[in-house]
Each structure stands twice: as structure tokens, then as C-alpha cells.
Nanobody, 122 residues
Framework: QVQLVESGGGLVQAGGSLRLSCAAS????????IGWFRQAPGKEREFVGG????????QYTGAVEGRFTISRDNTKNTVYLQMNSLKPEDTAVYYC???????????????WGQGTQVTVSS
């Protein structure tokens, strides 16, 4: 059983940056890929990006490509989502999720964190 805890959300002005963290416990960290998803009010949960078990592969949705970077520190059992050049449309609750293999669908993932709110003001 893998437990995930996100942190680092908050309020930031447009153009600013935030770094989210996803700390994992309860499993072998190098056996899991991590995906980041977000859900804005009234919208479906969407894939933001993800990182493979080794960290050698990252994927991003087009809306964040070039602005967001995902990395992992396997010594700390933590994955990071660095968000730069934030826009008001990035406002959402951000979730990390764990799976054996990296994928873009929420159904690819078995374990989820509780989410952290990111609000970008204009």
C-alpha cells in the first residue's frame, strides 16, 4: 500500500513559480511511476505530466510543456513538480498518483494523494 502526500501549493501571481512535492511511503519507491493531475472547479481531472520509475522518461501535456518540469529524488522518495510562468488557467487542485507504469489516464494509477490547491491570480 503506497501513501502519497502532496505539499507546496498556494497562491501566486501570474508569471510566478511554485514547486509541488509528492512524498511517497509504504512501498518501494523505485517500483512506481508518478503522475501529476489537476482538477479545476467544474472540470474533469486532467493529466499534467509524469515521470517513470527511474526518472529517465517524463511526459507533459501540451498546456504545460516548457513551463513545468517533473523530477524525482529516489533517495528522498519524493517527486517534484516545478511550475514556472504560471497562468490563471493553471488554477486547480493538483494531485500526484502512483502506478507501475507511466500513463496519461487517471485509470492507469492505483494510489492517489489528497491534493494541494494551486491558485494563480491575474
Amino acid at each position: 500500500q503506497v501513501q502519497l502526500v502532496e505539499s507546496g501549493g498556494g497562491l501566486v501571481q501570474a508569471g510566478g513559480s511554485l514547486r509541488l512535492s509528492c512524498a511517497a511511503s509504504g512501498g518501494t519507491f523505485t517500483n512506481i511511476a508518478i503522475g501529476w493531475f489537476r482538477q479545476a472547479p467544474g472540470k474533469e481531472r486532467e493529466f499534467v505530466g509524469g515521470i517513470s520509475r527511474s526518472g529517465g522518461i517524463t511526459q507533459y501535456t501540451g498546456a504545460v510543456e516548457g513551463r513545468f518540469t517533473i523530477s524525482r529524488d529516489n533517495t528522498k522518495n519524493t517527486v517534484y513538480l516545478q511550475m514556472n510562468s504560471l497562468k490563471p488557467e493553471d488554477t486547480a487542485v493538483y494531485y500526484c498518483a502512483a502506478a507501475r507504469l507511466l500513463g496519461p489516464r487517471s485509470t492507469d494509477y492505483d494510489y492517489w494523494g489528497q491534493g494541494t490547491q494551486v491558485t494563480v491570480s491575474s
